[in-house]
């Protein structure tokens, strides 16, 4: 079985790098020559458009940056609908589930199946094989596509039958670790100019009750050395909150807390640090409290 995939940027690029290595038979697009390079290099063969590879592979993979280009590749013209080959397209893009039902209602009038499947884990834990794949959509197609999913996931999970829950369940992973973000920065900021060190603060919340991925992972590996390379542009996490909190608000659960993180990302944005690594966020809030999180 033939494999498509459209996207080969940071996080797609390793991902079909362990699709080849697992013997996948891949055919692959992209806009940038450098990225279909790399992967003809890998055996993939390079297709010239997204609706060549929906004629030459039965599944389809796409992973892009926004619910709009998503929308343009698989649905535009020259899209993945087009296909006359393709049967399942999995999205492993963050579009949210209103998009992920539009895309999947769209597709089905072409007899196509349509799985959501966000990833967690970052460009490291595409890099590593170690993704988190979140699977929403017909269990049938799920069963035949999970092999595939192991390629690049050690956690792969079918979450529902229903398009769209895979891209809430993401959406709430990536809300979670946004806000936690902001509000642990804020509390560590207030222990700096009460005279604690950072390195102190970090070190006893990561051995105790308030520890998370985020003291652990974002704050004491990376900011506290000055490192602002988590590997996530804040242009796409704030994409992510927005798409949460409106989702949330469609669905009669209003995000009173979140939604206030969410206004530091689009403060930091607003600064012209949309290219930049979602981790500058910290940054807004050390300017606000005229304090640094460092080491001593």
Same mark, same amino acid.
């Given at each position: 079985?033939?494999?498509?995939?459209?996207?080969?940027?940071?996080?797609?690029?390793?991902?079909?790098?362990?699709? $080849?290595?697992?013997?996948?038979?891949? *055919?692959?697009?992209?806009?940038?020559?450098? #990225? =279909? +390079? @790399?992967?003809? /290099?890998? %055996?993939?063969?390079?297709?010239?458009?997204?609706?060549?590879?929906?004629?030459?592979?039965?599944?389809?993979?796409?992973?892009?940056?926004?619910?709009?280009?998503?929308?343009?590749?698989?649905?535009?013209?020259?899209?993945?609908?087009?296909?006359?080959?393709?049967?399942?397209?999995?999205?492993?893009?963050?579009?949210?589930?209103? $998009?992920?039902?539009?895309?999947?209602? *769209?597709?089905?009038?072409?007899?196509?199946? #349509? =799985? +959501? @499947?966000?990833? /967690?884990? %970052?460009?490291?834990?595409?890099?590593?094989?170690?993704?988190?794949?979140?699977?929403?959509?017909?269990?049938?197609?799920?069963?035949?596509?999970?092999?595939?999913?192991?390629?690049?996931?050690?956690?792969?999970?079918?979450?529902?039958?229903?398009?769209?829950?895979?891209?809430?369940?993401?959406?709430?992973?990536?809300?979670?670790?946004?806000?936690?973000?902001?509000?642990?920065?804020?509390?560590?900021?207030?222990?700096?100019?009460?005279?604690?060190?950072?390195?102190?603060?970090?070190?006893?919340?990561?051995?105790?009750?308030?520890?998370?991925?985020?003291?652990?992972?974002?704050?004491?590996?990376?900011?506290?050395?000055?490192?602002?390379?988590?590997?996530?542009?804040?242009?796409?996490?704030?994409?992510?909150?927005?798409?949460?909190?409106?989702?949330?608000?469609?669905?009669?659960?209003?995000?009173?807390?979140?939604?206030?993180?969410?206004?530091?990302?689009?403060?930091?944005?607003?600064?012209?640090?949309?290219?930049?690594?979602?981790?500058?966020?910290?940054?807004?809030?050390?300017?606000?409290?005229?304090?640094?999180?460092?080491?001593?």
């Amino acid at each position: 079985m033939a494999i498509g995939f459209i996207g080969l940027g940071a996080m797609g690029a390793p991902m079909v790098r362990h699709l $080849a290595k697992a013997g996948q038979d891949l *055919r692959v697009f992209d806009t940038n020559p450098a #990225a =279909l +390079d @790399a992967a003809a /290099a890998l %055996g993939a063969t390079v297709c010239p458009s997204a609706a060549a590879v929906g004629h030459a592979a039965e599944v389809v993979l796409v992973c892009l940056p926004t619910p709009d280009i998503v929308r343009q590749v698989v649905l535009g013209p020259g899209g993945v609908i087009e296909g006359s080959k393709v049967r399942i397209c999995v999205d492993h893009s963050t579009t949210g589930p209103s $998009a992920a039902r539009e895309i999947a209602d *769209r597709l089905a009038g072409r007899g196509i199946t #349509a =799985l +959501d @499947a966000p990833l /967690a884990g %970052g460009v490291s834990g595409a890099q590593a094989g170690t993704l988190s794949v979140m699977v929403s959509g017909e269990t049938w197609a799920y069963e035949a596509l999970a092999p595939v999913f192991r390629s690049f996931g050690r956690h792969v999970v079918h979450v529902g039958t229903g398009v769209g829950q895979g891209q809430a369940l993401k959406l709430i992973n990536n809300m979670i670790v946004g806000a936690n973000l902001v509000a642990a920065s804020e509390a560590i900021l207030f222990g700096v100019r009460f005279g604690l060190s950072a390195d102190a603060i970090l070190d006893t919340l990561n051995a105790s009750t308030a520890r998370s991925f985020v003291t652990e992972s974002i704050l004491a590996d990376r900011v506290l050395d000055r490192r602002f390379d988590f590997g996530f542009r804040l242009e796409l996490m704030r994409k992510d909150l927005r798409l949460c909190v409106a989702e949330a608000e469609a669905a009669g659960a209003p995000m009173l807390v979140c939604a206030i993180a969410k206004q530091l990302y689009e403060l930091a944005h607003a600064h012209g640090d949309g290219h930049d690594d979602m981790t500058v966020v910290v940054k807004e809030l050390e300017r606000a409290a005229g304090a640094e999180i460092g080491r001593s």
